[in-house]
């Protein structure tokens, strides 16, 4: 699986009241990558994002998955919002909040069941499968949101700035539960956030974007070893230059004028 | 302890008021307010269970059916008109008038097209509940979240599917607001559409014993509509705790969340 971005643009509006959200950004996602968007707040990370996933057309260049380009919402992939409260259906429990989207693939019930039950057990949800999501606390409703994801078998997973929402302690357990998901479903993930810590700790890649019109500033790769830990990945020096090196990165782009 | 006093106290202000009803209209001496045992005797005589089936019945039926077609086209509409941006301009200005006629100036009107039978009773409360579950299902499929809506898009639900299983649930909470009210319209509409060319039903008795001087059989009728829509709220409202569980849960969580 590859994701590709090809001079891509994106205005809202158009003629004289157009603001250009995404000037020209090109790059490539790799098959098995986790790769990190970040950027200055109100840059288009969002708007990117809802381009690459197919829920808005780019105004120019194209979003091509594995060459074929991305004009809906594509079959070989999963999006986690940052709103977990807003994305997981109230009405419905934990299981058939992951279940409902796997309905329309036709497989056999057993089959289903088992990508429901393994999607909940990865993310140490399966005490709740009878629950209802407001019945459970923020990072647990984001674990719902993953599972999910995960039981929708993509190949390649988007998130929101998945963890924007919830306090440091359980943000830090997010982190390494999808780190260990992200090895063991062999899922590409693209992962937005704007946190530069949370990048560098769980990347492989970083794309560091600048203020609106967007456009790409740099691309850090982070050859920190794997598997990463909250701990000793953090202290490790390079670690602590990669940060500063994104950190700098976002610093020095230029303010939108 | 406070919960015993309130409960207490939603008792005795009810039978204080039939208390003092039946002691003020004993000594009364007012053609027009007999006492309230006699009321009650009337009662007991017409509703239990003499008149069940020749008049309560009848107009029952016709209510609920009214009822239920004006909830099922409202929700149905509602869905379209909420969900398709070109059908909401294109049916605002003739609902917006639609809704602006009272409900019972269709009668004349009604009797004509569908005759004296029970069916212009139906349409009358069907034309006349449909408004509030209209609008109310068009606000609630308005209000949906976006990112429900995108979350359905991005596991590519389909489009009949994605009305069915999130925006009819997603807009629920609203369309049952509006079915409330429409319950209480369906009840006025069936006695007024019953005080007109009928030959039964609770209005029809109403107004036939007024007009017979039967004031004790009259006031017997009011009472039992009262008691009626006492009851019908009470089972919608135990309906709607059911069903809407996951509202008032979600919603809980939410103000939690918020504080």
Known sequence: MILTADHVAKAYGNGLGATLAIKDLSFEVRDREFFCIVGPSGCGKTTLLKCISGLLQVTSGEVLLDGRRVTAPPEQMAVVFQEYGRSLFPWMRVDQNVRFPLQRKRLPRDKVESLVSDALAAVGLSDFARHYPWQLSGGMQQRVAIARALAYEPEILVMDEPFASVDAQTRADLEDLLLSVWKRFHVTILFVTHDIDEAVYMGDRILVLTPRPTVLEQMVAVDLPRPRDQIKTKELPEFAHLRALVYRSIKKAPTAP | ?259
């Not at chain 2, 003499?50 to 009822?67: F, H, I, N, Q, T």
């Not at chain 2, 606000?139 to 359905?152: F, K, N, S």
């Open chain 2, 1 to 259: 302890m406070r919960r015993v006093r309130d409960l207490l106290l939603q008792l005795v202000v009810p039978a204080g008021i039939l208390v003092g009803w039946g002691l003020w209209s004993a000594q009364a001496q007012n053609f027009f307010f007999p006492p309230l045992t006699d009321i009650l005797a009337s009662f007991r005589d017409n509703w239990l269970f003499a008149r069940v089936s020749s008049d309560v019945v009848p107009s029952l039926e016709r209510m609920l059916a009214g009822y239920a077609i004006a909830v099922v086209a409202g929700t149905v509409f509602g869905l379209l008109i909420g969900s398709f941006r070109i059908v909401r301009w294109a049916a605002g200005p003739p609902v917006e008038f639609l809704r602006a006629i009272p409900p019972p100036v269709l009668i004349p009107f009604a009797i004509l097209t569908f005759g004296i039978g029970p069916q212009f009773k139906v349409f009358v409360i069907a034309a006349g509940c449909v408004w509030p579950v209209l609008l109310n299902a068009i606000d609630g499929v308005r209000g949906i979240d976006p990112t429900l809506q995108e979350t359905a898009r991005v596991y590519r639900i389909p489009r009949l599917r994605q009305l069915f299983s999130v925006v009819l649930p997603a807009a629920s909470p609203r369309i049952f607001a509006g079915m409330r009210t429409a319950l209480s319209l369906a009840l006025i509409l069936m006695v007024i559409s019953e005080m007109e060319a009928s030959t039964n039903g609770i209005g029809f008795f109403i107004l036939q014993s007024q007009r017979s001087f039967a004031i004790p059989d009259m006031w017997s009728g009011m009472l039992l509509l009262g008691l009626l829509g006492f009851t019908l709220n009470a089972g919608f409202v135990e309906l709607e705790r059911r069903l809407l569980r996951w509202h008032r849960g979600a919603q809980a969580s939410a103000l939690e969340a918020a504080a």
